[in-house]
């Protein structure tokens, strides 16, 4: 299989995006077209999906990208799209009155959250169970966006609960 590629960094590069390409996680543009009260908890199941699939290998292409510059410039377009794609999301929210922050804090917000790192963190940590992350993760960014309605002292369950 390396033969098919250039050099290891392109080979990464193809297998995190197999990763998340096969991962069956609704895609953006279906989120955004979902009424925006929808749209945390589309995302968040969506988070999950992908994650469940490709953290592992999304966090050795970080990692490998401190020490590689040909992986520095895939993960540099990777966190440009994913910037964009959570303005969308914040421009959306933003639009229909459900965020209690700044539209571009909300991006940052999301871009901060909605990651491998967070649900490796949470997952493998031992913190939450892989069926509870998306609810997890959708209430985190109800409270941190200050969404209308949002309760974030409400319990996710943990392991073992």
Known sequence: ????????????????????????AEELGTILAAPAAELLSRLA?????????????????EAASLMDAELRDFRERAHEGLRAAFEQIAQRL?????????????????????????YLRMTEGGQLTLDRYPDWLE??????????????????????A
């Open 45 to 61: 199941k969506a988070n999950a999906a992908l994650m469940a699939r490709a953290a592992r290998l999304i966090a050795l292409g």
């Open 94 to 118: 933003g639009r229909a009155g459900l965020l209690g922050v700044e539209e571009g804090e909300a991006a940052a917000t999301l871009y901060a959250i909605v990651n491998e790192s967070t």
């Open 1 to 24: 299989m390396y033969l098919s590629y250039p050099t290891k960094a392109a080979l990464l590069d193809a297998v995190v995006l197999r990763a998340i390409r096969s991962s069956g």
């Open 139 to 160: 209430g985190a960014l109800r409270a941190l966006l200050r969404v209308e309605g949002s309760n974030p002292f409400a319990r996710v369950p943990h392991r073992g």
